[in-house]
């Protein structure tokens, strides 16, 4: 399969309310109060302080922007990505569920939105004004969650009505930006595994003395963390890249069978497995 039937661009954009506001007055009070040189500093208001909604629905947004880059590879600057046809009905699924649950956290904040600006203004104190405030309506409209997936286009398509030499030109320039941008996109799934593989040796590693050995913490994800990755990036090696899929390959075969309780216990079993991580950190060109 080519690279253009086995991928789409998708793009996922999440907006919040920021909910802050320049307060000039304030800022050019405290300039003046501290002798300072108009310009040294802003005053900004968080306009939902003494609550919390707006911020956990920013937070939300965050963790899905995350979720999103982890299951995509980049294409462009901030713009569309690449993600795997055979990671989309998953993906899809798994967008509805947090489209929906979006969707309830910004109809929650919006019913109570006429009781947090009350319950700001009792936080503001002196610093509150009414007029800071959008309506309910134009603050609803400072949320969203957009969703677009399109094909990616072929290697070298130009449709345009140019002259043969200048056209040529064009499709080389474009192969050219196509493959790069293809290079950089599968530079991600190497550094995602180097970067886990990189870690959890370091976590293996004993410490010099027993005491601060002692205060360690192994965690189930330890194993399950390598273990999803493996299964990720079997959709990720879009260009079924063969030392990709076995370096992947050496990680699920080396974390097979691994028990985090033994792990906890045997110091012989942690450096077994950390030497295995460590070989194939030495294998391959990251």
């Not at 941008?181 to 293996?204: C, F, N």
Request: aromatic share 8%; hydrophobic share 35%.
């Amino acid at each position: 399969m080519s690279i253009t039937s086995s991928t789409l661009l998708v793009e996922l954009n999440i907006s919040v309310w920021t909910a802050n506001k320049l307060d000039k007055e304030t800022t050019n009070k405290v300039t003046a109060d501290n002798n300072a040189v108009a310009g040294s500093g802003q005053f900004r208001k968080n306009l939902m302080a003494g609550t919390s909604l707006r911020k956990e629905i920013a937070d939300y947004a965050a963790g899905c922007r995350l979720w999103h880059n982890s299951r995509t590879l980049p294409w462009s600057d901030k713009g569309p990505r690449l993600l795997a046809t055979s990671l989309f009905l998953d993906y899809k699924s798994e967008l509805n569920i947090r489209r929906a649950t979006f969707d309830k956290m910004v109809i929650n904040f919006m019913t109570n939105y006429p009781s947090l600006v009350s319950t700001a203004h009792n936080y503001l104190g002196t610093l509150f004004n009414s007029d800071d405030y959008p309506s309910e309506d134009a603050v609803r409209a400072k949320f969203g969650f957009r969703f677009s997936a399109s094909q990616l286009p072929e290697s070298g398509d130009i449709r345009v009505d140019l002259p043969k030499q200048d056209l040529d030109e064009l499709r080389r320039e474009n192969e050219e930006i196509f493959e790069s941008r293809l290079g950089e996109a599968m530079r991600e799934p190497w550094d995602k595994l180097h970067k886990l593989i990189a870690d959890t040796s370091k976590k293996l590693t004993d410490a010099d003395n027993e005491e601060d050995q002692n205060k360690r913490r192994y965690h189930d994800t330890l194993i399950t963390n390598a273990q999803s990755l493996c299964g990720l990036l079997t959709h990720l090696n879009i260009t079924k890249d063969p030392k990709l899929e076995q370096a992947r390959r050496d990680l699920e075969l080396t974390m097979l069978g691994a028990d985090i309780d033994v792990i906890k216990e045997s110091p012989e079993v942690r450096k077994s497995l950390k030497t295995k991580l460590d070989a194939i950190l030495g294998q391959y060109e990251w």
